[in-house]
């Protein structure tokens, strides 16, 4: 659940790696600058994403709790049934109408939890989707300052083997850290200073 993906699906990974192997075979393989980046590592601290994950954890058991509230009610009213019809308290009739009701109320609560998927697919996006957003836009923008053209994610399997000095995650989780103390009333230059900038992160130096 912790792991995020900075490419939308696993089809535009492998598109990327696509496009990027065709690049590199029609032009010179020194003009290519390659950096790396593990998402997972770089998300497992942020406390945007521990908030996230306790908000959604929060609606998640909101939602369970009604569901097994409705469960609860149709045993119940299952066992009322039971027990007038074992008592012969209830005609026939009246008996095939409560078993009506019993069918909708079972009806409802399988509603309930087709609806309870959606709400928490809803809600994981409305949470993480900006925090994602964010996370993309300094990559691209460490990405662009440092050089590179390309930036794969390690921690989706597909980098093999790369040297340590092509990452970038310190790079960038610096950056995350720098934007979140930087008060969004004041420009970059205000918040730090040219005679004050903070040391780099180590990550993808050369």
Do not use: W
Not at 144 to 161: A, E, P, R
Not at 181 to 202: I, L, Y
């Amino acid at each position: 659940m912790h792991t995020f993906l900075i490419n939308k699906t696993k089809m535009n990974r492998i598109v990327l790696i696509c496009l990027m192997l065709l690049a590199m075979g029609t032009s010179p393989i020194v003009a290519q600058k390659i950096a790396y980046i593990n998402s997972s590592a770089l998300m497992q601290d942020l406390p945007e994403i521990k908030q996230a994950d306790s908000n959604l954890s929060a609606f998640q058991t909101q939602l369970q709790k009604r569901g097994e509230q409705m469960v609860t009610a149709l045993q119940t009213k299952y066992q009322d049934v039971a027990k007038k019809q074992s008592a012969g308290e209830i005609s026939p009739k009246q008996l095939e109408e409560e078993s009506a009701k019993l069918k909708e109320d079972e009806a409802k609560i399988n509603q309930f939890e087709q609806d309870m998927n959606k709400q928490v697919a809803e809600k994981r996006q409305a949470l993480y989707q900006p925090i994602l957003d964010r996370i993309n836009g300094l990559i691209t923008e460490v990405a662009k300052s440092m050089g590179f053209d390309y930036v794969f994610d390690s921690s989706t399997g597909i980098l093999l083997f790369a040297d340590e000095k092509y990452d970038i995650t310190a790079d960038v989780k610096h950056k995350l850290m720098e934007t979140a103390k930087t008060p969004t009333t004041e420009t970059p230059a205000a918040a730090t200073p040219a005679s004050k900038k903070p040391a780099p992160a180590t990550g993808g130096k050369k």
